[in-house]
């Protein structure tokens, strides 16, 4: 497998838990939105500490970008990538990844399950072909939702969030299960993108089968 030892550009604070690292992008480097790649850090104790992060930039741009969730309750990578400064070292690897744009649907994302949407949305915005997608983001607070903003002004009433530890007007408050999406989808013949804990992925996956959607039109991590 092909590494590249890249240093960090830049660190923005995206949410209290959630940092975006701007990288070197390699020469010929190359990737799908939707993708992903095996990082860990190049400092001694972490080298071989690999762990999935996917891009949330663009192919045509000059470098890459992470989105990333802290994982406080231990001590683990992302909380040494949370410790990082501009200018430390990060190893990446070769690209792969399962969850890739087939046409309009529904995307249902939680947490920082958003991270692989959130290239593809962009390259649709881009592209001016975001007409037909609606995306369903569930986290446990307001604080918690990753580019809250931008999804809102890329898709606008299409990105709907809904969020389960808190209530709040013009936020949802409710589970994405069964019942949710009888209720708010209309065609289950569209695809389905779906990314988040492994459990809401499976929950989800069974729901949507339950209603109608087939194995084909249902996109996922595997």
Not at 94 to 116: H, L, M, Q, R, S
Not at 194 to 217: F, H, R, Y
Request: net charge negative; proline share 4%.
């Amino acid at each position: 497998m092909e590494s590249h030892i890249v240093k960090i550009i830049s660190i923005n604070q995206v949410t209290h838990d959630v940092k975006c690292l701007r990288i070197e992008k390699p020469a010929g480097y190359k990737f799908v939105p939707g993708q992903a790649t095996e990082v860990s850090i190049n400092k001694p104790g972490w080298i071989e500490e690999r762990r999935p992060f996917t891009f949330t930039s663009l192919n045509n741009e000059p470098t890459l970008e992470f989105t990333i969730k802290r994982y406080a309750d231990h001590n683990g990578v992302t909380n040494a990538l949370h410790q990082l400064n501009v200018g430390d070292e990060l190893i990446i690897r070769d690209v792969w990844g399962a969850i890739e744009y087939k046409g309009p649907g529904y995307f249902i994302a939680g947490g920082a399950g958003i991270t692989p949407f959130v290239a593809i949305l962009r390259q649709l915005y881009l592209n001016n072909q975001l007409a037909g997608n609606v995306l369903f983001f569930s986290n446990k607070t307001t604080a918690d939702i990753i580019y809250a903003e931008e999804l809102a002004r890329m898709l606008g009433t299409n990105a709907i969030y809904i969020i389960t530890r808190e209530k709040k007007e013009g936020f949802e408050n409710a589970l994405i299960n069964e019942d949710f999406l009888k209720a708010k989808i209309t065609d289950f013949s569209k695809h389905f993108y779906v990314c988040g804990p492994d459990k809401m992925i499976a929950d989800i996956n069974t729901a949507l089968e339950k209603l109608g959607a087939t194995a084909d039109s249902v996109v996922f991590e595997k």
